[in-house]
């Protein structure tokens, strides 16, 4: 006869199936349960699944007691008997059978990561001080919240620079600054940049130096105009001698205006040189012939800059271009005596020299019919 007899047993139920095979034919199968102190079952229920069993059934039922009673072993006193103590020689709780939870946070020892101290059973049983999801152990900013990419260390601002090594941890920054911004980028951290919303230089704290005097614009009365730090970047007014009566300008008609507005509009030089470009000849020409026909006609003609580049240059350029211009007229058969030229440099803007667009107007040679 061969016989298995698959058990499950607990505290208070147990369950059985005997199964049975003899004299090479017969199938025996039984059941078996106990709740309590009571059991019952029977050997012989083959016959109710169809199987080839003895032709009957049988059944038992009891009741199982100790008349003397006997106190069950317990080595490490934990009130969980040996026989159900996995950890017999420690003391513990009947939760674990019987293994123990020093720091009592419902992870037993043998589980727990950090078995002296209380923490969480999704970490192990280990703490999170600062509930970002990161054991302490493994936090290296374990009292503040932080992210898992940075070792549990917080990033208020999101620019990839953690708090404590960030100098501006309030506001996105870049690493070469240690987390600063640079607003207007000119390679001047905010915090170290008196003027952080204009471009300026490092000798200025930043600021820039519009009029390229020396003075940065915020400690300078005139921006716009070369002036030294005696009198706060704006010109010295210096008494002249009594000039000549300056030239009456003359009425033109409409047709007289436009040929000037257009001289003034289309003349242009090669960049940062006095040479005219050809598409300005056209124009020009028109001017030539107009002062052919008006032969008591004079001519002034103003040359200005903008204020990139040293002051003396910008004003040596501006006479230049204005010398040009005469050159091109008495060329073409104007008296010379006719005609007067002056260089201004960047002394008289017409505008901010702050924006590109500014600067532009900025240069120009203006022309104005005089008596």
């Not at 003899?22 to 039984?30: I, K, Q, S, T, V």
């Not at 008609?253 to 003034?264: C, G, M, P, R």
């Amino acid at each position: 006869m061969l016989s298995i007899t698959p058990r499950w047993e607990g505290e208070w139920f147990e369950a059985a199936v005997p199964v049975s095979y003899f004299n090479n034919r017969d199938l025996r199968l039984g059941m078996a349960f106990r709740v309590g102190s009571l059991f019952f079952g029977s050997d012989k229920v083959g016959s109710l699944f169809g199987l080839t069993d003895l032709y009957g059934m049988d059944f038992y039922a009891g009741v199982k007691f100790s008349l003397v009673h006997s106190k069950p072993s317990d080595r490490d006193k934990d009130k969980v008997s040996d026989a159900k103590d996995l950890c017999p020689d420690v003391a513990g709780i009947w939760k674990f059978a019987g293994c123990p939870d020093r720091d009592g946070d419902d992870v037993q020892d043998s589980q727990d990561m950090c078995p002296d101290e209380k923490g969480l059973a999704t970490l192990q049983g280990c703490p999170d001080k600062d509930m970002d999801g990161i054991a302490d152990k493994n936090d290296d900013c374990p009292d503040d919240a932080g992210l898992p990419q940075f070792k549990g260390c917080p990033d208020t601002d999101g620019d990839g620079i953690i708090n404590r090594d960030d100098k501006c941890p309030s506001v996105a920054g870049l690493a070469l600054y240690l987390g600063c911004p640079d607003s207007d980028n000119d390679s001047i951290p905010d915090p170290d940049d008196d003027c952080p919303n204009k471009a300026g230089l490092s000798i200025f704290k930043g600021c820039p130096d519009t009029d390229g005097d020396g003075i940065p614009d915020n400690k300078d009365d005139c921006p716009f105009e070369v002036g030294p730090a005696s009198n706060k970047g704006c010109p010295v007014k210096i008494a002249e001698a009594p000039k000549e009566t300056a030239p009456i300008k003359v009425e033109l008609t409409q047709e007289e205006q436009e040929i000037i507005n257009t001289v003034f509009s289309n003349l242009q030089f090669e960049t940062g040189k006095s040479i005219i470009k050809s598409s300005s000849f056209e124009s020009l020409d028109k001017l030539v012939e107009l002062l052919k026909k008006k032969p008591n006609f004079k001519l002034q003609i103003d040359g200005h800059t903008d204020n990139v580049g040293k002051a003396a240059s910008n004003l040596t350029l501006s006479k230049n271009r204005a010398n040009a211009a005469k050159k091109y007229l008495t060329d073409r058969g104007i008296d010379a005596s006719r005609i007067s030229t002056n260089g201004y440099g960047l002394k008289k803007p017409v505008a901010s020299n702050a924006t590109p667009e500014g600067r532009a107007k900025n240069r120009r040679v203006e022309f104005t019919i005089v008596q």
